[in-house]
């Protein structure tokens, strides 16, 4: 009997995407049957304490075709079997005329290699992202004849072009995002608004327990005690980390502070030089990328939570990151900008601090108050704790897109 859904994925497990391990998890607790597929090996070098907890087995495609020809081979012909395969290759060749890239070929014989192996008891596919794993999704799903569905986030929406959310909105059984401003988006593509439903990740309180937290009544000024300012983020352009360091460059030379960052990415060297340059390298701890226990335990010594999102030069851009529900969740003063859905969160002066994008010179201003004001800090703190608890709590989502699946389920057996 086929009852089982197969979850789609870029990377599997990454520390970086934990938001879908939540949702794995939360998925099985509402008994759903999963089987994990990743397009590409893991390389993190730990794993999150959920990741421990996931019952569903992992299968990994080929990350590149000509290491394993002789299992894309298997797939192609075992593909072209299928009633589907047709019609797959000729929405693939049609892809592929519009964007003639390696990638795009890729996908296809992931595609193959996914349709051959899918186990018997999957009933349905659900992609995470609607870039790369979803074009997977969708030839494999021409291929077998299953339908699936999709969660979109942030990159996958806004550097995709327009024709191909158009399409794949067309074929998709249903698609989840986790924004109004995504939503929006995409219902102006999808053939029907009600195909395109506001899921937001929130908050799992159990992994986020109420601080015991000491607010410290430093002010950055007297007795040269610092004041600590966080940052949990990749470090890639969207995070605008380089606006960031501007800004604590800016800081009036007599306040006393501290600056933690906690993640890896490709511009983490970059942005290390920039600090030097500027004279903030004795200021500044690089923690890299950290563990479940260590993030929780940074959260609790920090003072200010900071994240400068900016829309990337190649239209990529945060949905509402996790960090920053994860950091008003233990009752942190947030300064962030007014990009994409952020503001959906955070309400200017009344649960954080909001400045427009590229702006470090309002960034500087933003955490000059905060560092000098700690009754604000407290106020903020206390204000975004409230409504985070109160909005944005992950178990009632995780009900509604569970109800989502066993519906798909039940259709797939009528």
């Not at 008994?31 to 996931?54: C, F, G, K």
């Not at 309180?205 to 410290?216: E, G, V």
Request: proline share 6%.
């Amino acid at each position: 009997m086929r009852c089982a859904v197969a979850f789609v994925v870029k990377g599997y497990p990454r520390l970086s995407e934990t938001f879908i391990a939540q949702e794995i998890r939360a998925l099985e607790a509402h008994a759903l049957d999963i089987r994990i597929i990743s397009l590409r090996n893991p390389t993190d070098r730990s794993v999150h304490p959920l990741h421990r907890e996931i019952r569903a087995p992992v299968n990994y495609l080929p990350e590149y075709l000509y290491r394993q020809p002789h299992r894309v081979w298997r797939g192609w012909r075992a593909a072209r079997c299928y009633p589907g395969y047709r019609r797959a290759l000729r929405a693939w060749l049609r892809d592929l005329w519009r964007d003639p890239t390696p990638n795009r070929v890729r996908r296809f014989g992931q595609a193959l290699v996914l349709a051959r192996e899918l186990p018997r008891e999957v009933a349905h596919l659900h992609a995470h992202f609607l870039h790369t794993p979803a074009s997977v999704v969708r030839y494999a799903s021409l291929i077998s004849g299953l339908r699936w569905s999709c969660s979109a986030h942030a990159r996958d929406i806004w550097t995709s072009p327009d024709w191909e959310k158009r399409e794949k909105l067309a074929e998709c059984h249903w698609v989840v995002t986790c924004t109004s401003v995504n939503r929006d988006h995409l219902c102006k593509l999808a053939p029907t608004a009600k195909q395109v439903e506001l899921l937001y990740h929130g908050i799992d309180f159990k992994r986020f327990p109420t601080p015991d937290r000491q607010c410290s009544r430093y002010d950055g000024l007297t007795n040269g005690k610092l004041v600590t300012i966080l940052s949990v983020g990749r470090a890639v352009e969207k995070k605008g980390y380089a606006d960031l360091l501007a800004a604590l460059a800016a800081l009036p030379a007599e306040l006393n502070w501290r600056f933690v960052h906690v993640g890896d990415g490709p511009l983490l060297p970059r942005l290390m030089a920039q600090a030097k340059a500027s004279g903030l390298e004795d200021s500044i701890s690089w923690l890299g990328p950290q563990p479940h226990d260590e993030v929780l335990r940074q959260y609790g010594k920090a003072d200010i939570f900071a994240l400068a999102c900016r829309v990337a030069r190649d239209g990529d851009r945060d949905g509402l990151p996790n960090v920053l529900m994860e950091a008003q969740s233990q009752g942190l003063a947030c300064v962030s900008t007014r990009v994409s859905a952020i503001p959906e969160l955070i309400d200017h002066g009344q649960t954080g601090l909001l400045v427009p994008e590229g702006d470090s010179r309002a960034l500087c201003d933003a955490l000059e108050r905060l560092i000098v004001e700690p009754s604000t800090r407290v106020q903020l703190g206390a204000a975004g704790y409230r409504r985070v608890r109160e909005h944005f709590s992950f178990e009632g989502n995780a009900g509604r897109l569970a109800a989502k699946f066993q519906l798909s389920l039940q259709g797939s057996e009528s």
